[in-house]
C-alpha cells in the first residue's frame, strides 16, 4: 500500500509541474492537441503529442528508480490507479457517476474550460494558488 501510495503522489506532483510547463510558450505546442476538446470527455485523456503522453506518466516510475525497495508491480498498480484517474478527471459523466461523485468533480473539466488553473490535484492547485472553484 505504502509503495502504490508513493507512486500516486510521485505521479501527482510530476504531473503537476510538467502540466504547468506545457502551459508556457516554450511546451504549449506539444499541449494544444490536448486542449483542442475545449469540453472534456473521456477520450481526452490521451488525446495528446506523443511528447504530452510520454512525459506525463513518468513520475509513476520516480520511486521505483530513486527507491530500491518499491516493486514494479507497485509502479504498475499505481500507473493504473493514476490513468483511471485521469480518465474520470476528464469525462463529465463519470464524475457525476454515482459513488465516484463522493470524490470526483470537474475540477480539471474546469481547466479545459479556463485553461489557465486547475493543473494538477486539488492539493497542489490549492499549494500554488492554481485553484478554480
Do not use: Q
Amino acid at each position: 500500500l505504502f509503495e502504490i501510495l508513493l507512486v500516486i503522489v510521485s505521479y501527482d506532483v510530476h504531473f503537476y509541474y510538467f502540466h504547468r510547463l506545457l502551459h508556457t510558450k516554450w511546451l504549449c505546442p506539444y499541449h494544444k492537441k490536448h486542449h483542442e476538446h475545449v469540453e472534456s470527455r473521456l477520450e481526452t485523456t490521451w488525446h495528446a503529442d506523443f511528447f504530452e503522453n510520454t512525459v506525463s506518466g513518468m513520475g509513476a516510475f520516480y520511486p521505483f528508480i530513486f527507491y530500491p525497495h518499491v516493486s514494479i508491480t507497485g509502479c504498475i498498480i499505481g500507473s493504473v490507479l493514476c490513468f483511471l484517474n485521469g480518465c474520470i478527471h476528464h469525462s463529465p459523466y463519470l464524475v457525476k457517476f454515482p459513488i465516484l461523485n463522493l470524490w470526483y468533480d470537474e475540477h480539471h473539466i474546469n481547466h479545459h474550460r479556463y485553461f489557465n488553473c486547475n493543473y494538477g490535484k486539488y492539493y497542489l492547485d490549492y499549494i500554488h494558488g492554481t485553484e478554480k472553484k
